[in-house]
Protein backbone atom coordinates (compact mmCIF):
# COMPACT_ATOMS: atom_id res chain seq x y z
CA UNK A 1 0.00 0.00 0.00
CA UNK A 2 1.55 3.39 -1.12
CA UNK A 3 1.94 5.95 1.74
CA UNK A 4 0.11 8.96 1.89
CA UNK A 5 1.57 12.06 0.91
CA UNK A 6 2.17 14.48 3.67
CA UNK A 7 0.20 17.43 4.02
CA UNK A 8 1.19 20.78 2.56
CA UNK A 9 3.45 18.72 0.13
CA UNK A 10 2.54 19.00 -3.81
CA UNK A 11 3.37 15.49 -6.23
CA UNK A 12 5.42 17.04 -8.82
CA UNK A 13 3.85 14.38 -11.41
CA UNK A 14 0.02 16.78 -10.78
CA UNK A 15 2.04 19.86 -12.32
CA UNK A 16 2.38 18.25 -15.50
CA UNK A 17 -1.40 17.45 -16.14
CA UNK A 18 -2.19 20.55 -14.53
CA UNK A 19 -0.18 22.70 -17.12
CA UNK A 20 -1.96 21.21 -20.30
CA UNK A 21 -4.77 21.80 -18.98
CA UNK A 22 -3.97 25.22 -18.16
CA UNK A 23 -2.68 25.69 -21.74
CA UNK A 24 -6.15 23.95 -23.35
CA UNK A 25 -7.80 26.13 -21.43
CA UNK A 26 -6.06 29.11 -23.13
CA UNK A 27 -5.97 27.55 -26.28
CA UNK A 28 -9.95 27.07 -26.36
CA UNK A 29 -10.57 30.69 -24.38
CA UNK A 30 -8.25 32.72 -26.74
CA UNK A 31 -11.12 33.13 -29.71
CA UNK A 32 -13.58 33.50 -27.25
CA UNK A 33 -11.56 36.98 -25.61
CA UNK A 34 -10.81 38.16 -29.06
CA UNK A 35 -14.57 38.26 -29.74
CA UNK A 36 -15.57 39.58 -26.79
CA UNK A 37 -12.81 42.56 -27.18
CA UNK A 38 -13.74 43.11 -31.08
CA UNK A 39 -17.49 43.48 -30.17
CA UNK A 40 -16.56 46.43 -28.06
CA UNK A 41 -14.90 48.07 -31.25
CA UNK A 42 -15.95 50.84 -33.68
CA UNK A 43 -15.73 50.37 -37.58
CA UNK A 44 -12.88 52.96 -37.29
CA UNK A 45 -11.28 51.05 -34.15
CA UNK A 46 -11.42 47.21 -35.62
CA UNK A 47 -8.87 47.51 -38.01
CA UNK A 48 -6.45 50.66 -36.59
CA UNK A 49 -6.18 49.32 -32.44
CA UNK A 50 -3.97 47.10 -31.11
CA UNK A 51 -5.86 43.57 -31.24
CA UNK A 52 -7.14 43.43 -27.83
CA UNK A 53 -7.23 46.89 -26.83
CA UNK A 54 -10.92 47.39 -25.78
CA UNK A 55 -12.97 49.85 -27.97
CA UNK A 56 -15.90 52.43 -27.46
CA UNK A 57 -18.58 51.03 -29.77
CA UNK A 58 -20.03 48.23 -28.22
CA UNK A 59 -23.59 50.10 -27.87
CA UNK A 60 -23.42 51.65 -31.37
CA UNK A 61 -22.89 47.86 -32.56
CA UNK A 62 -25.86 46.54 -30.77
CA UNK A 63 -27.79 48.95 -31.73
CA UNK A 64 -27.18 48.72 -35.59
CA UNK A 65 -27.72 44.83 -35.31
CA UNK A 66 -30.50 45.19 -33.79
CA UNK A 67 -31.77 47.39 -36.20
CA UNK A 68 -30.31 45.60 -39.30
CA UNK A 69 -32.90 44.34 -41.90
CA UNK A 70 -35.64 45.45 -39.55
CA UNK A 71 -34.31 43.40 -36.44
CA UNK A 72 -33.83 40.27 -38.49
CA UNK A 73 -30.97 38.94 -35.90
CA UNK A 74 -33.70 38.39 -33.39
CA UNK A 75 -35.99 36.44 -35.98
CA UNK A 76 -32.14 34.45 -36.55
CA UNK A 77 -32.00 33.99 -32.74
CA UNK A 78 -35.43 32.32 -32.44
CA UNK A 79 -35.26 30.04 -34.71
CA UNK A 80 -32.45 28.86 -33.52
CA UNK A 81 -33.75 28.40 -29.82
CA UNK A 82 -36.54 26.72 -31.79
CA UNK A 83 -34.22 24.48 -33.73
CA UNK A 84 -31.92 23.72 -30.51
CA UNK A 85 -34.42 23.61 -27.79
CA UNK A 86 -36.83 21.12 -30.17
CA UNK A 87 -34.66 19.10 -31.40
CA UNK A 88 -32.64 18.79 -27.72
CA UNK A 89 -35.94 17.93 -25.70
CA UNK A 90 -37.13 15.62 -28.43
CA UNK A 91 -33.58 13.64 -28.84
CA UNK A 92 -33.08 13.56 -25.33
CA UNK A 93 -37.27 11.81 -25.29
CA UNK A 94 -36.04 9.40 -27.87
CA UNK A 95 -32.88 8.42 -26.60
CA UNK A 96 -34.08 7.90 -23.05
CA UNK A 97 -37.06 5.43 -24.25
CA UNK A 98 -34.73 3.97 -26.39
CA UNK A 99 -31.66 3.31 -24.50
CA UNK A 100 -33.76 2.36 -21.70
CA UNK A 101 -35.65 0.02 -24.00
CA UNK A 102 -32.37 -1.65 -25.49
CA UNK A 103 -30.59 -1.97 -21.74
CA UNK A 104 -33.71 -3.55 -19.70
CA UNK A 105 -35.59 -5.78 -22.42
CA UNK A 106 -34.72 -8.86 -24.28
CA UNK A 107 -35.77 -9.23 -27.63
CA UNK A 108 -34.62 -10.68 -31.06
CA UNK A 109 -32.25 -8.33 -32.62
CA UNK A 110 -31.40 -6.25 -29.78
CA UNK A 111 -27.75 -6.81 -30.29
CA UNK A 112 -28.27 -5.66 -34.20
CA UNK A 113 -29.92 -2.52 -33.68
CA UNK A 114 -27.10 -1.78 -31.00
CA UNK A 115 -24.30 -2.55 -33.49
CA UNK A 116 -26.11 -0.39 -36.01
CA UNK A 117 -25.97 2.21 -33.28
CA UNK A 118 -22.50 2.10 -33.13
CA UNK A 119 -22.38 2.33 -36.77
CA UNK A 120 -24.16 5.21 -37.07
CA UNK A 121 -21.95 7.12 -34.63
CA UNK A 122 -19.25 6.55 -37.19
CA UNK A 123 -21.01 8.43 -40.17
CA UNK A 124 -20.02 12.00 -40.22
CA UNK A 125 -22.92 14.28 -40.72
CA UNK A 126 -22.05 15.42 -43.74
CA UNK A 127 -22.25 12.16 -45.71
CA UNK A 128 -26.31 12.45 -44.87
CA UNK A 129 -26.65 16.02 -45.67
CA UNK A 130 -27.87 15.42 -49.15
CA UNK A 131 -29.78 12.04 -48.87
CA UNK A 132 -32.02 13.82 -46.52
CA UNK A 133 -32.13 16.82 -48.70
CA UNK A 134 -33.38 14.60 -51.37
CA UNK A 135 -35.93 12.90 -49.08
CA UNK A 136 -37.31 15.70 -47.69
CA UNK A 137 -37.65 17.42 -50.88
CA UNK A 138 -39.65 14.24 -52.16
CA UNK A 139 -41.78 14.44 -49.60
CA UNK A 140 -42.34 18.40 -49.80
CA UNK A 141 -40.71 19.88 -46.09
CA UNK A 142 -37.68 20.92 -47.62
CA UNK A 143 -37.29 24.84 -46.53
CA UNK A 144 -39.91 24.29 -43.35
CA UNK A 145 -38.66 24.39 -40.45
CA UNK A 146 -39.57 20.61 -40.09
CA UNK A 147 -36.11 19.84 -42.24
CA UNK A 148 -34.08 21.25 -39.89
CA UNK A 149 -36.02 19.75 -36.57
CA UNK A 150 -36.86 15.82 -37.77
CA UNK A 151 -33.38 15.05 -38.97
CA UNK A 152 -31.54 15.88 -34.99
CA UNK A 153 -34.27 14.01 -33.40
CA UNK A 154 -32.42 10.61 -33.72
CA UNK A 155 -29.06 10.63 -32.71
CA UNK A 156 -27.07 7.52 -32.45
CA UNK A 157 -24.84 8.79 -29.99
CA UNK A 158 -27.57 9.82 -27.56
CA UNK A 159 -29.29 6.49 -28.04
CA UNK A 160 -25.76 4.58 -26.97
CA UNK A 161 -24.97 7.16 -24.20
CA UNK A 162 -28.75 6.43 -22.69
CA UNK A 163 -28.16 2.96 -23.08
CA UNK A 164 -24.68 2.51 -21.73
CA UNK A 165 -25.78 4.29 -18.42
CA UNK A 166 -29.31 2.52 -18.26
CA UNK A 167 -27.32 -0.63 -18.23
CA UNK A 168 -25.11 0.42 -15.31
CA UNK A 169 -27.60 2.56 -13.18
CA UNK A 170 -31.12 0.54 -12.88
CA UNK A 171 -30.45 -2.50 -11.50
CA UNK A 172 -32.85 -5.82 -13.04
CA UNK A 173 -33.33 -7.01 -9.38
CA UNK A 174 -35.16 -3.51 -8.94
CA UNK A 175 -37.09 -4.24 -12.25
CA UNK A 176 -38.11 -7.18 -10.94
CA UNK A 177 -39.14 -6.22 -7.98
CA UNK A 178 -41.38 -3.78 -9.12
CA UNK A 179 -42.83 -6.46 -11.42
CA UNK A 180 -43.70 -9.28 -8.91
CA UNK A 181 -45.49 -5.79 -6.61
CA UNK A 182 -47.56 -5.24 -9.75
CA UNK A 183 -46.15 -2.61 -11.14
CA UNK A 184 -47.14 -2.02 -14.91
CA UNK A 185 -44.08 -1.06 -17.49
CA UNK A 186 -44.86 2.40 -18.13
CA UNK A 187 -44.71 2.92 -14.25
CA UNK A 188 -41.93 1.11 -14.12
CA UNK A 189 -39.91 3.38 -16.43
CA UNK A 190 -41.66 6.70 -15.26
CA UNK A 191 -41.82 6.37 -11.62
CA UNK A 192 -38.43 3.91 -11.47
CA UNK A 193 -36.41 4.49 -13.68
CA UNK A 194 -36.83 7.82 -15.09
CA UNK A 195 -34.95 9.15 -11.73
CA UNK A 196 -31.87 7.35 -11.83
CA UNK A 197 -31.80 8.49 -15.21
CA UNK A 198 -32.07 11.91 -14.94
CA UNK A 199 -28.04 12.69 -14.97
CA UNK A 200 -28.21 11.28 -18.50
CA UNK A 201 -31.04 12.70 -19.97
CA UNK A 202 -29.17 16.02 -18.57
CA UNK A 203 -25.81 15.51 -20.31
CA UNK A 204 -27.45 14.12 -23.44
CA UNK A 205 -29.88 17.22 -23.72
CA UNK A 206 -26.41 19.37 -22.93
CA UNK A 207 -24.62 17.96 -25.66
CA UNK A 208 -27.92 17.95 -28.27
CA UNK A 209 -28.62 21.25 -27.56
CA UNK A 210 -25.16 22.55 -28.31
CA UNK A 211 -24.69 20.56 -31.28
CA UNK A 212 -27.88 21.74 -32.66
CA UNK A 213 -27.06 25.39 -31.55
CA UNK A 214 -23.62 25.18 -33.72
CA UNK A 215 -25.16 23.24 -36.75
CA UNK A 216 -24.24 24.96 -39.98
CA UNK A 217 -24.33 22.45 -42.79
CA UNK A 218 -27.93 20.89 -42.35
CA UNK A 219 -29.72 24.39 -42.36
CA UNK A 220 -27.54 25.78 -44.66
CA UNK A 221 -28.68 23.02 -47.26
CA UNK A 222 -32.39 22.43 -46.27
CA UNK A 223 -33.30 26.53 -46.06
CA UNK A 224 -33.82 28.83 -48.51
CA UNK A 225 -35.33 31.49 -46.66
CA UNK A 226 -33.43 33.63 -44.79
CA UNK A 227 -36.56 34.29 -42.49
CA UNK A 228 -35.96 30.67 -41.14
CA UNK A 229 -32.11 30.69 -41.01
CA UNK A 230 -30.52 30.00 -37.47
CA UNK A 231 -27.73 32.52 -36.26
CA UNK A 232 -25.34 30.31 -37.61
CA UNK A 233 -26.54 30.71 -41.75
CA UNK A 234 -27.80 34.28 -40.91
CA UNK A 235 -24.56 35.50 -39.64
CA UNK A 236 -22.91 33.27 -42.56
CA UNK A 237 -24.95 35.75 -44.77
CA UNK A 238 -23.77 38.76 -43.38
CA UNK A 239 -20.01 37.16 -43.27
CA UNK A 240 -20.66 36.88 -47.16
CA UNK A 241 -22.39 40.18 -47.58
CA UNK A 242 -18.95 41.98 -45.65
CA UNK A 243 -16.84 41.22 -48.88
CA UNK A 244 -18.69 44.09 -50.32
CA UNK A 245 -19.39 45.69 -46.97
CA UNK A 246 -16.59 46.23 -44.79
CA UNK A 247 -19.57 47.53 -42.04
CA UNK A 248 -20.59 45.02 -41.71
CA UNK A 249 -17.92 43.14 -39.67
CA UNK A 250 -18.98 45.17 -36.19
CA UNK A 251 -22.22 43.23 -36.75
CA UNK A 252 -20.89 39.53 -37.75
CA UNK A 253 -18.73 40.01 -34.66
CA UNK A 254 -21.08 41.29 -32.20
CA UNK A 255 -23.83 38.99 -33.23
CA UNK A 256 -21.04 36.49 -32.58
CA UNK A 257 -20.94 37.29 -29.11
CA UNK A 258 -24.34 37.36 -28.43
CA UNK A 259 -24.92 34.26 -29.80
CA UNK A 260 -22.39 32.76 -27.06
CA UNK A 261 -24.84 34.05 -24.25
CA UNK A 262 -27.51 31.33 -24.58
CA UNK A 263 -24.83 28.43 -24.42
CA UNK A 264 -22.95 30.07 -21.21
CA UNK A 265 -26.37 30.57 -19.66
CA UNK A 266 -27.60 27.39 -20.21
CA UNK A 267 -24.57 25.74 -18.65
CA UNK A 268 -24.29 27.81 -15.50
CA UNK A 269 -27.84 27.16 -14.92
CA UNK A 270 -27.57 23.26 -15.14
CA UNK A 271 -23.69 22.71 -14.14
CA UNK A 272 -25.98 22.52 -10.80
CA UNK A 273 -28.57 19.69 -11.56
CA UNK A 274 -25.44 18.02 -13.56
CA UNK A 275 -23.37 18.08 -10.33
CA UNK A 276 -26.30 17.02 -8.04
CA UNK A 277 -27.42 14.65 -9.93
CA UNK A 278 -23.77 12.98 -10.19
CA UNK A 279 -23.17 12.61 -6.73
CA UNK A 280 -26.41 11.58 -6.11
CA UNK A 281 -25.81 8.65 -8.31
CA UNK A 282 -22.91 7.88 -6.59
CA UNK A 283 -23.75 7.82 -3.34
CA UNK A 284 -26.51 5.67 -4.30
CA UNK A 285 -23.93 3.70 -5.78
Known sequence: MAAATPAGTRRPAGI?????????????????????????????????????????????????????????FWLWLLNTVLYAGGGAVLATAVATVSGYALATYAFRGRGL??????????????????????LFSEAGLAGTYWSVLLPQILSPYSVYLARIYARAAIPASLLEAGRLDGAGEWRLFHRVSLPMLTPAMVTIFLFQFVAIWNNFLLPFIMLGDDHRFPLTVGLYTLLAAGANQPSLYNLIITGTLLSL?????????????????????????
Do not use: C
Open 113 to 134: IFNLLVGGILVPPVVLAIPQYL
Open 16 to 72: VPTGVLVLGAVYTLFPVSWVVVAATKSRAELFSTPTFAPGTGLLSNLADLFAYRDGV
Open 261 to 285: VPLIALFLTMQRHWRADLSGGAVKS
